[in-house]
């Protein structure tokens, strides 16, 4: 389970973290979390389906966040449904929920790879 405070105020100075101020009102973020292998056989797989589906018709024509969902859910409908269609991507979001995507689909498409 992740954390993700509601408003997170950090100063940068020279390149790292000087301070963080976390507000109190964090709230929990939860999704179902797969393991993912960053390996490159893993990556050169999802990048394959990921590259078939920005070329897609259903997808190549958007821009934006709406093109990135289009693409995810064209990549694996069962694994968009399972960790985004509850709560989609907003504008500027950080995607924790990424790497679970991509455990989601190598897991789900028989390709796990070391």
């Not at 389970?1 to 009102?25: A, V």
């Not at 973020?29 to 259903?58: G, H, L, V, W």
């Amino acid at each position: 389970m992740f954390r993700i405070p509601i408003s997170l105020s950090c100063y940068i100075l020279l390149g790292y973290y000087e301070t963080c101020k976390c507000e109190s009102d964090a709230v929990p973020f939860t999704f179902i979390e797969y393991q993912y292998k960053d390996s490159p056989k893993n990556e050169m797989t999802f990048r394959e389906f990921e590259s078939a589906c920005e070329q897609s018709s259903a997808c190549s024509h958007m821009n934006g966040l709406p093109r990135t969902r289009c693409i995810r859910e064209c990549v694996s409908p069962s694994c968009y449904r399972e960790l985004y269609l509850n709560d989609p991507l907003e504008e500027g979001e950080i995607d924790v929920r990424l790497n679970s995507f991509k455990g989601c689909f190598i897991q789900r498409s028989g390709r796990t790879r070391n």
